[in-house]
């Protein structure tokens, strides 16, 4: 087990060395770092004394070891729109894209699970058939359009649930949440079930698959035959079997909702760090890209570690064929 | 592209009558659904509307001497103020008409789709038939960094080239290219393993034929079936992923609007209840993508051998 851990974890720390190289190389190759991390507002002495403190008058070599120093320290330039650090401007927004996004995978799982699991039961029923056309449609259908319709439905032509923004936030533990006030959960609903779509079709498809599986199983003939009630098979015994893929799938699929998050934030006016990325990259406002792009791979590569490893946890198959390879 | 040999493969096989050739088979596979008969024909209408949209469409939208702003915001069935023209789908904040919109809109839509899948099947075919048949370390290091991009999510990578790069439709394909080679290479990679032990292959070492020979004329062609099916699919994503970025505002230029970017100039009047304007192209969009998806379903279920029929 430990050396699984240990050999992911090296993996992981080259991963991160090549993503920075990549990231390095695309701010060095691609446009000049001059113009891309200083702002064509600064005069002379700034631009001098920002050259300075990030090494880009030495050679490139020396530019990287300082790049990669300053991204440790936390020094990844200053935006040149709101003149504030990059990373701090990223971390402040990050709360509201990490709530939206959970709040995205506890509708996806809470919805999901129960209707992927009654089309398990009943194949063959009109209502299994329905949920099934709809999981196809939610896979096809691009988040943004959703989006747009789900705001011209609900916001304008029945106006029951505003379209933009965040509403009333509370403090908790210091972060800025929506979830607590009736306004923020208002604020809430529409981009959560926007972002949500694309996953609920997939927990849909994963949970209606294990449930075929698992109900041929002999475990589920014995139980019924011992006379358990159908409802404790089917909430016991089919529900804890088919847990498994579904977890998994979903934990490697958290990182895809963050990203995702960047539409629905746009279409919603969600003041994540989604909406941030998009609104910086219009302006060139480069610095906070560059800080964006470093940030979320970490974030990725944190994702998949960690993904990997309790996977090996639940599958022990898995950590011993990498042993052997 | 795939209609024309098509045709070709059909009038070529009417000579030998009534012969239940491989080809043949497949055509009466496919054509057993009628969902799937259904899409083959949407999707003949979209290409052909893609194709000729000068021709049909009822204005050229792009052309200023024919827009007028005097019609802007027309509902859908409103005629013109001259009265020579009838707005079917309604008209936009520009006086365009939205059905000509959606069709112009469509062939770039398409077109930007159907380009990139095709680079990106080019390149990622050569790659994963290169990790394929040399195996070992060029094995290694291909799949290595495939898996490295396919852990991320391709909006994310779309976004991030977009940034460098800056906007233009060149740009757009080579993004849309890099988010999608690493699924045809991935593929063809695993059809060729299998395929790499079969005799014939054997038999095409043993005759020492050279490599390019052995990849290009033996190995290559049986391992095309899948890389149709995952070519289909990726191209239905490929023209919602161009749809988001044109909608986020850093895909195509307004001076070519494809569909995505249609929605997004709709998208400032939906708030004040003029929903045409950013509901059709969506409609169009959403047609496509679940035509292409429908068709791409069928083949893979008919060209699976797995699946008995």
Redesign the interface.
């Known amino acids: 087990m430990s050396v699984f851990i240990i050999r992911r974890l090296l993996q992981a720390l080259v ?1 991160i060395f ?1 993503m920075s190289l990549i990231v390095f190389a ?2 060095n190759i ?2 000049d770092p001059v113009d891309l991390l200083i702002s064509p507002d600064a005069d002379q002495a700034e631009i001098e004394a920002t050259i300075r403190r990030l090494g880009l008058d030495r050679p490139w070599y020396e530019q990287y070891g300082y790049f990669l120093l300053n991204a440790f320290k936390g020094d990844l330039g200053n935006s040149f729109i709101f003149a504030e650090p990059a990373l701090k401007l990223i971390l402040q927004r990050m709360p509201a894209t990490l709530e939206l996004a959970f709040a995205a995978m506890l509708i996806a799982i809470v919805f999901g699970i129960p209707l992927g699991m009654y089309a398990g039961l009943k194949p063959d029923s009109k209502v299994s058939r329905t949920i099934m056309a709809g999981s ?2 939610g ?7 959703v989006g ?2 789900l ?2 439905v609900f ?3 029945l106006g029951w649930l505003p ?1 933009t923004g965040r509403g009333d936030t509370t403090e908790m533990l210091g972060i800025q949440v929506s979830f607590l006030t009736w306004d923020g959960i208002q604020h809430l609903v529409l981009p959560a079930f926007n972002l949500a779509l694309f996953k609920l079709s997939l927990v849909i498809r994963l949970a209606r698959a294990g449930t075929k599986e698992v109900a041929l199983q002999d475990y589920i003939k014995f139980a019924r035959a011992k006379g358990l009630s159908s409802r404790r098979v089917v909430l016991v015994h089919v529900a804890k079997n088919i847990m498994i893929p579904v977890v998994t799938v979903l934990g490697l699929e958290l ?2 909702v963050i ?2 998050a ?2 629905t934030e ?2 919603f006016a969600w003041p994540g760090m989604g909406k941030l ?2 609104d910086s ?2 302006l060139l406002d480069r610095p906070v ?1 560059v800080a964006y ?1 470093l940030i ?2 970490f974030m ?1 590569i944190i994702i ?1 570690l960690v993904v990997d490893i309790l996977y090996s946890i639940l599958d022990p198959r898995v950590r011993l064929k990498d042993v052997k390879a | 592209m795939s209609a024309t040999t098509e045709h070709l493969a059909a009038s070529a096989l009417s000579d030998q009558a009534r012969v239940q050739t491989p080809f043949r088979r497949f055509l009466s596979d496919y054509f057993d659904s009628k969902v799937a008969t259904g899409a083959c024909i949407m999707l003949a209408i979209i290409i052909f509307i893609a194709l000729f949209a000068p021709l049909i469409s009822p204005q050229n939208p792009y052309d200023l001497a024919v827009v007028d702003v005097m019609n802007a915001r027309l509902e859908p069935g409103e005629q013109s103020w001259s009265g020579d023209l009838t707005f079917v789908l309604g008209s936009d904040g520009a006086g365009r008409d939205m059905l000509s919109a959606i069709f112009y809109g469509l062939r770039i839509s398409l077109g930007v789709g159907v380009m990139s899948g095709i680079i990106a099947m080019i390149i990622g075919m050569a790659v994963g038939l290169m990790a394929a048949y040399f195996g070992g370390r060029t094995d290694t290091v291909i799949m290595r960094i495939v898996d490295l991009q396919l852990s991320f999510p391709a909006i994310l990578i779309a976004l991030v080239l977009i940034a460098i790069l800056g906007k233009g439709v060149d740009k757009v394909i080579i993004a849309l290219v890099t988010v999608q080679w690493a699924y045809y290479a991935r593929t063809v990679r695993g059809s060729a393993l299998v395929e790499r032990r079969k005799e014939y292959i054997e038999a095409a070492t043993c005759l020492a034929l050279s490599h390019r020979r052995i990849v290009f004329r033996h190995l290559l062609p049986n391992c095309l079936p899948p890389m149709i099916v995952v070519g289909t699919l990726q191209t239905a994503h490929a023209i919602s992923l161009e749809a988001t970025l044109s909608f986020l505002g850093l895909g195509l230029p307004q001076t070519e609007p494809s569909l995505g970017l249609l929605i997004a100039n709709g998208f400032e009047y939906m708030l004040s209840g003029k929903y045409w304007i950013s509901f059709f192209p969506g409609i169009a969009l959403l047609l496509t993508i679940v035509t292409i998806n429908l068709v791409g379903d069928q083949l893979r279920d008919v060209l699976n051998p797995r699946l008995e029929r």
């Open positions: 991963v090549v695309g701010i691609v446009g196809i449609l896979f096809s259908l691009p988040t943004f359009w747009i319709m705001i011209m916001a304008v032509m379209s990182g895809g990203a995702f960047v539409v746009t279409v990325l998009i990259i219009q890209v792009l979320t791979v990725f998949n």
